[in-house]
């Protein structure tokens, strides 16, 4: 009989938070290190958790991000209960962005987030409703490339 | 993980006090208190000299070579950095400095910002031609900070510029030179670099970066620093070499390297807390738009390295007066100031000596995943049920440390003082009520609440 063995751990994200952000990715790196995962694959599940976090944190006001590591994959997944993504096939176009002037001058809002989730992630999933909020899920292989 | 790592930071324990303060400052969390005196975790350090730095008793010491050390050979070549210029005012020419270096003993010197001047283009040519990598690239000059990417940034290996340290490609240069002009062998030939940290020192003797160092060791410039101060003052006669441009030199203090790189898109980061932040950011692709960081251990650059002699700030002032004397006496295009300079004939280009950058795994807490699985979620409840207060008491820097170290069985939960109050409270509450249920027999003593005794045969002894 196998163990379906896996780790979970949950951190909030404080919206509009700005000197916070990047904590909570920060936070599962170490974990996924510490647990001894490859660092190219830690790299990408920061990257992920990081463009994730900072679209709760300019958009829906804060959020939860839940991470569950297998030995052979980890799933990340973001909630929150902000305003909703009205329409997310315009929303996973490059380049679109419906963030305001002062978060674009402050180097983000570039619309690459939901492409780039999408791009560092093995498997991704959205769901959102309007005035309900939007939950992200990313699954990553530990497959490693070479470093 | 068998493999032993030398380390160039040492810990003088009758010094130590085991006050904490390095222990705090580690960026590797790689120094314990245990039994009231610092421990070095060998795996851990990347030698940048952090704790040496902060200690208030100077318990914590770089291994230098020493002066004496040059007789053993026939020819000595000295390799003095940027630095080393900058323990002395500018009023004090280079010329003069080298002079006091000969007559120290050295028969040849070579400025090591020569050869931070032939690195510097092969930098920008690598800068250029670099397409669709992850950006930024980052300095490779810093064995520190090369160091601190392999323990905890491995996945930025890939950004680090391949191309030799200038100390190194310096020494390869001048021992070949010099055993084909004297027909010497190789090991009649000494080269010694001036170092102005540990961190160089270590790699000599356990190289990141190159395959096979032509260093023959490094003196530490405060080691040598009264002896060329006297040296300098019995001088006669100055020492003419082939000097590098303002641009080599500037190498010794933060931004020179961009400057000398020409890169104008870049950042001059310096300070092993500041460089972890920075590298922290990288990993999470925060600065892609970035095209260089120059990463220097120390805070101003190596100037402010903790093997040199002269305070930072004013090693810093010394160095830009130098730099403008010498900006006066050169063409104002950087290429062409740097290529008077760049005469040596054959300076060999990185790509044969330069050895890649492995990862040096130190985080994880088992080999079996499964197992570090279990250790990682024990670690969280030892963690939550700890004050938080990182007071530092316990020996490790952090709760979070100590969490880990009683999970690999290397601490106890007692080791917290806390906790150790806790137990102790409910040990003595224990034992109270021990005392209370002692059965009454014959005159024996009773104890009343206070644990006093209350019997009347006291004097019976």
């Known amino acids: ?147 | 993980m068998a493999e032993g790592y030398i380390h160039s930071v040492r810990f003088v324990r009758e010094k130590c006090r085991g006050c904490v303060t390095c222990v705090k400052a580690c960026p590797t969390d790689a120094i314990r208190v245990r039994n009231g005196k610092a421990e070095l975790i060998p795996a851990r350090c990347i030698d940048c000299g952090e704790c040496m730095q902060r200690c208030p008793y100077h318990a914590v010491e770089g291994v230098s070579d020493k002066l004496e050390q040059i007789k053993d050979y026939q020819y000595n070549i000295v390799l003095p950095p940027p630095s080393l210029y900058a323990q002395f005012p500018a009023e004090i020419s280079e010329d003069v400095i080298r002079g006091g270096l000969s007559h120290l003993g050295f028969d040849e010197i070579f400025d090591v910002a020569v050869a931070s001047e032939y690195i510097s283009l092969e930098i920008a040519d690598y800068i250029k031609n670099y397409n669709g990598g992850r950006k930024p690239l980052i300095s490779c000059t810093c064995p520190a900070v090369l160091r601190l990417i392999q323990v905890k940034f491995p996945e930025l290996i890939k950004q680090v510029v391949p191309v030799l340290p200038p100390v190194e490609a310096a020494a390869i240069y001048v021992k070949q030179e010099a055993m084909e002009r004297l027909g010497l062998d190789a090991s009649q030939i000494g080269v010694w670099f001036l170092a102005p940290c540990p961190s160089k020192d270590a790699n000599i003797r356990q190289s990141v970066d190159v395959v096979h160092t032509q260093l023959t060791g490094s003196i530490a410039i405060s080691e040598i620093y009264g002896k060329l101060m006297r040296s300098i003052g019995s001088v006669k006669e100055s020492k003419k070499i082939t000097a590098s441009s303002s641009y080599g030199m500037g190498w010794g203090s933060y931004g020179g390297e961009l400057a000398a790189i020409g890169v104008k898109n870049g950042l001059a980061v310096h300070g092993i807390e500041n460089v972890y932040d920075v590298l922290e950011q990288i990993s999470m692709n925060k600065m892609p738009d970035v095209d260089y960081v120059e990463c220097s251990a120390c805070s101003g650059g190596c100037i402010g390295g903790p093997l040199t002699a002269e305070n930072k700030f004013v090693a810093e002032k010394n160095l830009k007066l130098r730099l403008a004397k010498m900006r006066e006496h050169e063409p104002s295009d950087r290429l062409e100031a740097m290529a008077e300079s760049m005469t040596c004939e054959g300076f060999p280009k990185s790509g044969a000596y330069i050895k890649k950058l492995v990862p040096r795994p130190m985080m994880q807490l088992d080999d079996d995943i499964m197992e570090a699985m279990k250790k990682f979620e024990r670690m969280e409840e030892v963690l939550n049920s700890l004050p938080g207060l990182d007071c530092g008491a316990c020996g490790a820097p952090s709760c979070q440390c100590l969490a880990e170290d009683i999970v690999q069985g290397k601490a106890t939960e007692i080791d917290c003082i806390f906790k150790l109050r806790a137990s102790v409270k409910k040990l003595a509450q224990g034992m109270l009520e021990l005392a209370k249920q002692i059965p009454i027999s014959g005159g024996s003593m009773d104890l009343n609440d206070d644990g006093e005794e209350k019997d009347a045969d006291k004097g019976s002894n």
């Open chain 1, 1 to 147: 009989m196998t163990e379906a063995k896996s780790v979970k751990m949950s951190y909030d994200v404080a919206g509009g938070d700005f000197d916070r952000a990047g904590e909570a990715s920060a936070n599962i790196k170490r974990m996924l290190q510490k647990i001894g995962i490859p660092a190219d694959i830690v790299r990408r599940v920061a990257i992920g958790t990081y463009e994730a976090e900072m679209n709760v944190l300019i958009h829906a006001g804060g959020g939860t991000v839940n991470a569950e590591i297998f030995t052979d994959h980890t799933v990340i997944n973001i909630s929150d209960h902000g305003p909703g993504i009205p329409d997310i096939k315009l929303a996973m176009q490059e380049g679109w962005s419906t963030a305001p002037d002062y978060i674009r001058q402050m180097g983000f809002g570039a619309g690459m987030g939901l492409p780039n989730m999408m791009k560092c992630s093995d498997k991704f999933d959205i769901q959102s409703k309007i005035g309900e909020g939007t939950s992200i899920t990313m699954e990553f292989n530990h497959i490693s490339e070479d470093l």
